[in-house]
């Protein structure tokens, strides 16, 4: 296997964590990940995560088991002022999941989301 | 100096502002790849071409210094350069090193700030997610904001894309973009396609990889909704000051009323039949427009007279 580097695994290890929605053991955790790295890669990446923050663990007899850890915080600082470079847009080799909308296009949004077959729109019609 | 000085620009820079306008009807890998392409060429032509011309330009004012030059930097028939064109290149050559500077100088700049900060979650509330390129120190950075809103499946859609970014290295992309717009504004629309294609890329394989198109584009747009609501007094602010403190200058992304969101687009993609995967076309013609600009943009700096190729 070819080396990685970690961060793309880090997002990898998130994405497969993510999907599962509930406590899994690094075997499984390995098993679903593309490539099948080792379980010395993967928990060098679930250490990581842990510093940061973004993964929970509890022992399960001989072994941790790992998921994603959403929503402990319930206060968000919430101000945008301390990562302003980031916050905005404004970046040339960074780029944002998606661009803030302004008004006229998150109305477009929606238009476009409205079109979808009443099938398709059921599922997630939670967007306000 | 005669017109075959400025060949590669003449052959380089047309496709480059045409790209900008045209939409390229090939999958989005294909997509960004010739773009990427076609930028870094027209944008090395202009360069070498301003840098040769100076040079040149340079003996003609002193013929004396010119004697030290490696014959193959000099036109074969040392004729003087006019003033016009040796003072026009020497500005271009001059502003191209001082914007490279700025937007390398900016891009590390910005990239270490997210390494830093993606050492944790960020405490926004703004839904914020982004890829942070790295071997070690890599990563994703996400807020908050993003893990209160989303379930697990969304969250896992959003991972998957920050992943093919940092698989498939779309930064270098990102910045041959940046850097071609920065040193020849006009190619700002190919810019854009380019920053389009590569997130394209990017929800074609999340949709590839989780099997759900109709839940990667909801996603985008439910993270692209929270975005404009719950944040649109925080962001329009954090917005205009970054637009002040000189971040969002020559970007303009978020201007209103530029232009139809690139979000809308990508969005409207998913909802629509998987683009065709172009196995052939899309080498080929990634190929075509390597062999056409590549050259050009080689013979800007000089490169077959200074090995001794043959060229044309």
Same mark, same amino acid.
């Given at each position: 296997m070819a080396r990685r580097p970690l961060g793309r695994l880090e997002a990898e290890v998130l994405a497969v964590l993510a999907a599962a929605g509930a406590y899994i053991s690094t075997v499984d955790l390995c098993e679903r990940?593309?490539?099948?790295?080792?379980r010395s890669t993967v928990n060098t990446i679930l250490n990581r995560l842990l510093d940061k923050g973004m993964v929970q663990r509890v022992r399960v007899g001989r072994q941790y088991e790992y998921r994603l850890a959403v929503?402990?915080?319930?206060?968000?600082?919430?101000?945008?002022h301390e990562h302003l470079r980031l916050a905005s847009d404004q970046q040339y080799v960074l780029s944002r999941f998606v661009e803030t909308l302004s008004g006229e296009q998150a109305r477009m949004l929606r238009v476009v989301l409205d079109d979808l077959p009443p099938s398709l729109s059921g599922k997630g019609g939670e967007h306000p | 100096m005669n017109l075959f000085t400025f060949l590669p620009v003449a052959v380089t820079l047309p496709p480059a502002i045409l790209l900008g306008w045209a939409?390229?009807?090939?999958h989005p890998v294909w997509t960004a790849r010739i773009l990427a392409t076609v930028a870094a060429s027209a944008t090395t032509s202009v360069v070498g071409t301003a840098l040769f011309v100076a040079v040149n330009y340079g003996a003609t004012l002193a013929p004396d210094a010119a004697d030290?030059?490696?014959?193959?930097?000099?036109?074969?028939?040392?004729s003087p350069v006019p003033s016009m064109f040796g003072v026009l290149a020497v500005a271009v050559f001059v502003f191209a090193c001082v914007v490279v500077g700025r937007v390398v100088r900016r891009s590390v700049s910005g990239t270490r700030e997210a390494r830093r900060l993606s050492r #944790?979650?960020? !405490?926004?509330d703004e839904p914020v997610a982004m890829a942070v390129p790295g071997w070690r120190d890599g990563g994703v950075l996400v807020s908050r904001g993003l893990l209160r809103r989303l379930s697990g499946p969304e969250l896992a859609i959003v991972f998957r894309h920050e992943e093919t970014h940092l698989r498939h290295a779309h930064h270098r992309y990102l910045l041959v973009g940046a850097l071609s717009r920065a040193v020849l504004p006009f190619l700002r629309p190919l810019d854009r396609r380019l920053r389009l294609a590569v997130e394209r890329w990017a929800d074609e394989e999340t949709a590839d990889a989780v099997g759900d198109r109709v839940l990667v584009a909801r996603t985008i747009a439910k993270v692209a909704l929270a975005s404009t609501t719950s944040a649109a007094g925080a962001a329009g602010t954090a917005g205009a000051a970054a637009r002040d403190a000189g971040w969002g200058r020559g970007v303009?992304?978020?201007?209103? #009323?530029?232009? !139809?969101?690139q979000t809308v687009e990508r969005v409207r993609a998913l909802l629509a039949a998987p683009p065709a995967r172009n196995p052939v076309t899309g080498p080929m013609a990634l190929l075509g427009s390597s062999l056409t600009t590549g050259p050009f943009a080689a013979a800007a700096f000089q490169l077959d007279q200074a090995f001794g190729l043959p060229f044309i």
């Open positions: 990940m593309i490539g099948a790295p080792t929503d402990e915080a319930d206060v968000v600082a919430g101000r945008m | 939409r390229v009807p090939l030290r030059l490696p014959e193959w930097m000099l036109f074969g028939d040392d #944790g979650v960020l !405490e926004c303009g992304r978020d201007l209103p #009323g530029f232009a !139809e969101s």
